[in-house]
C-alpha cells in the first residue's frame, strides 16, 4: 500500500485530512479499513448525550475524486512539449481537453511533491534541478498559450494556473528552508509575478480586496481543471436488511412475551374474567416497552457489524461504479482502544470513532477511465463549530504582582483534542497522531506528535 494521510487545518473552522489509496503492485481490486479517533477532553462538553452521530455527519463533509496522476520532474516537460503533436484531433476536441487538464493536475501534485521532499540538508543541485524543471515547463505553458490560446480559454487558465501554483510551493519551500534558502527561488517567484502583473493582474496579490480576489480566482481554477477528476457519489443508509431483522426480531419477542401472558392468564383464569382481561391489557401494555427494550439491546449487540451510510461511488456519466465506501461513527470506551494505540489515554476523555471501510475497483478504472490513474483521493473536512459553540470565551483575566504592583494580563483558554489515525490494506498499515488545539475562537493550530 502506498497510503498516504495528510492532516492540515484548512481554516479556522475546519480540520481537512485528505487519504490516498494506491496500492503496491497494479492489483485489479483493493481495500482499506480506516479508523479515526478522536480523543476530546471532558471540559468540552462533547460527548454521546450532546454530541449525536447525526452532528457528525452534519459536520463531515467528503470529497471522493481521482487521484492526480503521477508524473515524474525529470520527463514531465517531455511529455508536456509534444502534448499539441500528440493532440491529432485537435485542442478544441474533449480528448485533448482531459489530457490537458490532466496534466495541469499532475503538474500541481508533482511539484508539491517534489518541494516537499526539499529540505535544509538537501544539496544545492536538487534546488538547482527544481527550478530549472518549473522554469522549461512554465516556458512550455506560455508557448501552447501563445500558440492555441485563441482556440481554446483552458491553454489561458492553465498558464495563468500553473504560474500561481509554481509560486505557491516556491514560497513555501523557501520559508521551510530559511536561512539556507537559494537566491534563485526569490529570483523565480519574482519572474513569475512580473509575468502575471502583465498578463493575468487578477491573479497578483496586493491589498485586502485584491487578495480575497485572488484566492477566489485560485479556487475558481482548481475546481475547472480537477473536474476531469471528479467522481460521482450516492450515498444511502447503510445495512437496512440486518436494521430491519433487528427490528423485526424484537417485535416478535415482545409479541412472543404478551401472548405468554395471555395464554397463561386465559389458562389460569378462563375466558372473559375480570383477571384474564387486566392480562390482557397488561401484556399490551408492556408489549411496545419490552420492544424498544431488545431493539436498543440488539442494537448494541449488532454495532460492530453495522454501518450507518454506504456509499458508491461512480464515473462521471454514473453508469458504471468505481468502488464503494461503508461508514459508521460512534462514541467508545477507553477500554475498548487502549490496547489499539500507543499512547497514554485520558481516563476522563470521550473517544469518538470513526470507522471506514473502502473497496476500489482499480480495473474498472483502468478499463472505463484512464490507466494513468493509479489511485483515489479521499477529502474530508470536518468542521468544529459544533465543537467549540459551548466553549468559554477564549481570553481570561489574570493577576501577577510585579515589584509593589498588581498586574492584569490575559490568557487564552485552549483545549487539546487528541487525533489518531490508521490506515490498513493487506497487512500494511500507516498509522498519523496528532493535537488540535482549538479555543473558542476556532482552530489554533494542528501538529504531529
Not at 41 to 50: C, K, L, R, V
Not at 105 to 111: N, W
Not at 156 to 164: H, K, M, R, V, W
Not at 229 to 256: C, Q, T
Request: proline content about 2%; glycine content about 6%; aromatic content about 12%.
Amino acid at each position: 500500500m502506498n497510503g498516504h494521510i495528510d492532516v492540515r487545518v484548512h481554516n479556522k473552522k475546519t480540520l481537512e485530512i485528505k487519504l490516498e489509496y494506491s496500492p503496491t503492485g497494479n492489483p485489479d481490486k483493493s481495500d482499506y479499513n480506516i479508523d479515526l479517533y478522536l480523543f476530546i477532553p471532558d471540559n468540552m462538553g462533547i460527548n454521546e448525550e450532546t454530541y449525536e452521530k447525526r452532528y457528525f455527519y452534519h459536520d463531515i463533509s467528503r470529497i471522493i475524486r481521482l487521484k492526480s496522476p503521477d508524473y515524474l520532474l525529470h520527463n514531465y516537460y517531455k511529455r508536456l512539449k509534444t502534448f499539441d503533436t500528440n493532440c491529432t484531433m485537435g485542442i478544441d476536441h474533449t480528448g485533448c481537453e482531459y489530457q490537458f487538464k490532466k496534466f495541469i493536475t499532475g503538474y500541481r501534485s508533482m511539484l508539491r511533491d517534489s518541494a516537499n521532499n526539499i529540505c535544509g540538508s538537501s544539496k544545492p543541485k536538487e534546488i538547482e534541478d527544481l527550478l530549472k524543471h518549473v522554469r522549461k515547463n512554465r516556458s512550455i505553458f506560455r508557448k501552447l498559450n501563445k500558440k492555441y490560446g485563441d482556440q481554446h480559454e483552458m491553454l489561458a487558465l492553465g498558464d495563468e494556473f500553473t504560474s500561481i501554483v509554481s509560486n505557491a510551493y516556491l514560497v513555501r519551500l523557501y520559508e521551510r528552508l530559511g536561512d539556507v534558502c537559494d537566491v534563485e527561488i526569490i529570483n523565480t517567484i519574482k519572474s513569475e509575478l512580473k509575468y502575471r502583473s502583465k498578463h493575468y493582474p487578477q491573479s497578483v496579490p496586493g491589498d485586502d480586496v485584491q487578495n480575497g480576489l485572488l484566492i477566489n480566482r485560485y479556487d475558481y481554477l482548481k475546481s475547472y481543471f480537477y473536474d476531469v477528476l471528479s467522481l460521482k457519489a450516492k450515498r444511502k443508509a447503510g445495512d437496512k436488511a440486518i436494521k430491519n431483522i433487528l427490528y423485526a426480531s424484537a417485535a416478535g419477542i415482545s409479541m412472543f412475551v404478551a401472548t405468554v401472558i395471555a395464554f397463561w392468564a386465559q389458562k389460569k383464569y378462563g375466558n372473559f374474567t375480570l383477571p384474564f382481561f387486566v392480562a390482557l391489557v397488561v401484556g399490551y401494555m408492556f408489549k411496545d416497552r419490552i420492544k424498544d427494550g431488545f431493539k436498543s439491546l440488539l442494537e448494541k449487540l449488532a454495532a460492530p457489524s453495522i454501518y450507518d451510510y454506504i456509499t458508491l461511488v461512480y464515473e462521471s456519466t454514473g453508469k458504471h461504479a468505481m468502488g464503494k465506501t461503508k461508514e459508521r461513527a460512534r462514541f467508545v470506551t477507553r477500554e475498548s482502544v487502549i490496547d489499539y494505540v500507543d499512547f497514554e489515554i485520558d481516563k476522563h476523555a470521550h473517544i469518538l470513532h470513526f470507522n471506514k471501510k473502502v473497496h476500489i475497483n482499480h480495473k474498472k478504472i483502468n478499463d472505463f477511465l484512464d490507466p494513468e490513474i493509479l489511485g483515489i483521493s479521499d477529502i474530508m473536512k470536518l468542521n468544529i463549530n459544533r465543537f467549540t459553540s459551548g466553549l468559554e470565551e477564549p481570553l481570561s483575566l489574570m493577576y501577577s504582582v510585579r515589584d509593589d504592583s498588581l498586574e492584569r494580563t490575559f490568557a487564552e483558554k485552549v483545549y487539546d483534542i487528541e487525533l489518531f489515525i490508521k490506515v490498513s490494506a493487506k497487512g500494511h498499515t500507516e498509522l498519523k497522531r496528532g493535537v488540535l488545539t482549538l479555543s473558542a475562537s476556532g482552530i489554533k493550530n494542528f501538529r504531529i506528535v
